[in-house]
């Protein structure tokens, strides 16, 4: 476990990168970087970051990166890690960083592909809660209610539940993270470094851009999500679920701030009705009820995890 | 010692995989391509090569990480039919344009729908414009010597593109015939280590692959485009250096037959070039004369060797398994664009024949000859592309 002063001082995320003002992800590749280091072989399909990198013959990363296409991150991934293994070269961590249009839908075939045979790599999705880099569309990690481009009056339907859908492969590790909660990500990175096979971590990565809001508010959006219940952050290690702190506070109800101050600072939730607020609440309420059964009894439902 | 094996061609591929010595194999099952992967697999599990094998569950992700594997330092190998390879197809250019030397068996396979699991090119020859070159065999040895061959090819630095190695399902992919596989210290010899242009590297970090503006793109594609052309000029010397080698060679780009004196060229691929030499044999005794010319490599596509033909034949007779509809099949296609700006070009007629696994004997391609000696002798081609044996 590192404290705040011991991260890293080195910067792999060089300055002039190409995000927006305020990117969720921009953060979240920091400290991916700051608790990696730069023996990290990064796999980046069609997504923000293709953008972030820079163009030919640029590039805003001290590690070396593999563009590739929009649905393999996994495959790709796959591919490194056996030829490292075939040369004998130790060491080095490689890395899906994809989004979460790249993960959720048009990629989760790879994925799932990937973990059932317990490829050793890390698979990160970075969710901003639609396709960004193409002008913000729906994808199946857009919370109901929520604007988009192609939803223009509000998703009707709820966001995939991805970490639980990775952790039903019985990998040894999926957690949530949020760049808000810039020590609990690089905790989970250092382990998830450490454990043979494949590791899913899902950070909830608030992107000013495609949620209509002010850019200097990204690090209280991502608070907000935490504190309002909305995203959890929990870890499910060798099927053992576990909330992490602050979230671990969460479980009480009264503890929790009303979705409505998170929703409130977004414009994507502008044309969002009482009842459909109300709708969110519930969900959020019945979410809550299953960590809590997680917690009391973790071994119930992800039990039966991972390496052969 | 060389060693002499009677075995399909599905099986030789697997045994040129191993004489290779790739590193990774990244597959997905399809007929009639299975049989490549199942012998692949017992060569693994007996300890006879010493490999990562990925069982990946798609040929997308077949594909995606063979080039996963390539841009990590490794040789690759990979195989799949049909409509594997049309989802693939996207793979395939990033491949390419990665400038990864990849090579792939190609089982062909007739594209749904509706289904079908018989031979024709419709599946490879809609890979045409993805960068890779392209070899079609016409029996068991080639395809052994081909991959060893592409391997040399694809690594050297002048070329650095991915090659797919085309056999015809059922006809080659299930049929046993005699094989000579050489050596392992030979083989060595000829084929050195695994080289590519780059690989992901800790220690020089680069970003493959990004973005590219307009001011650069162009460029990019027109290195393809060259090393296309230097792989022109390297397949023949690739060949006579294996035959010298292995004492077997292929005819480099084309696989010609009593083409020196031929009124008539029969131009095909694949094992209709078989079928072609025992044509030519059958319409010689009759006092025909007819030539074969077998097209072994369609991408980079033989031009010049086309043209040369094109200046000793009166009528060349291009016999397509393959139709792009509303057109013609391609090898039509490109042989008359070869021909476009020759003085005293010959005439061309074009053949539709054995699509979907239809038999094309020795017997179908006389009667082509003998429709083509008629236009031939009457100067004039009545029909642009015949369907052959087509039922009314």
Partial sequence: MVTIKELSKEEYLLKGHAACAGCGPAISLRLLFKALGNKVVLVVPACCTTVIQGPYPYTSFEVPLQNILFESTAAAASGIVAALHQRKIGGITVVGWAGDGGTVDIGIQALSGAAERETDFIYICYDNEAYGNTGVQRSGATPYGAWTTTTPFGKKERKKDMPLIMAAHRIPYVATACPSYPIDFVNKLRKAKEIKGTKYIHILAPCPTGWRYDTSKTVELGRLAVQTGLWALFEIEYGKFKLNSPSDRLIDKAKRKPIKEYLALQGRFRSLTDEGTEKIQKWVDEDWDKYRKLTLNSTSDFASYGTT | ?392
């Fill in chain 2, 1 to 392: 010692m060389a060693e002499m094996l009677i075995d399909t061609a599905n099986h030789i591929a697997g045994y040129a995989a191993k004489a290779a010595r790739v590193k990774v194999v990244a597959a997905y099952p399809i007929t009639p391509q299975t049989t490549i992967v199942e012998k692949i697999a017992e060569f693994v599990e007996t300890g006879k090569m010493d490999i990562e094998y990925i069982r990946v569950e798609s040929e997308h992700s077949a594909m995606v990480a063979c080039i996963g594997a390539a841009a990590a330092g490794v040789r690759t190998f990979t195989a799949t039919s049909a409509h594997g390879l049309a989802l693939m197809h996207e793979a395939l250019h990033w491949a390419s344009g990665s400038r990864l030397p990849i090579v792939m068996a190609v089982v062909n396979r007739a594209m749904g729908a509706p289904w079908s699991i018989w031979p024709d090119f419709s599946d490879s020859l809609s890979q045409r414009d993805t960068g890779w070159l392209q070899f079609y065999c016409a029996d068991n040895q080639e395809v052994f010597d081909t991959i060893l061959q592409a391997y040399k090819l694809c690594e050297n630095e002048r070329v650095f593109l991915p090659a797919m190695i085309c056999l015809e399902g059922f006809i080659l992919s299930h049929t046993y015939m005699p094989v000579k596989i050489p050596e392992q210290k030979k083989v060595d010899d000829f084929l050195p280590p695994y080289k590519s242009g780059w690989t992901l590297d800790i220690n020089n970090p680069f970003s493959h692959s990004n973005l590219v503006a307009p001011e650069w793109y162009m460029e990019f594609r027109y290195m393809i485009q060259e090393a296309m052309e230097n792989a022109k000029r390297l397949i023949p010397v690739i060949d006579k250096e294996y035959g010298k080698t292995f004492g077997v060679e292929h005819g480099g780009l084309i696989e010609k037959y009593k083409c020196e004196d031929a009124d008539l060229i029969l131009l095909t691929m694949g094992t209709m070039g078989s079928e072609a030499k025992i044509a030519v044999e059958n319409l010689r005794k009759d006092g025909l004369k007819v030539g074969s010319a077998r097209i072994r490599v369609f991408r980079p596509f033989p031009t010049e060797e086309i043209e040369k033909l094109a200046e000793q034949a009166q009528m060349l007779a291009a016999i397509d398994r393959h139709i792009s509809f509303g057109m013609e099949g391609f090898l039509a296609t490109e042989i008359k664009a070869c021909l476009s700006n020759q003085k005293d070009r010959p005439l061309v007629a074009g053949f539709i024949a054995g699509l979907g696994g239809r038999d094309v004997t020795s017997g179908t391609i006389e009667k082509i000859a003998k429709k083509s000696l008629k236009q031939m002798r009457d100067g004039k081609v009545e029909r642009e592309t015949e369907w052959v044996d087509l039922k009314e």
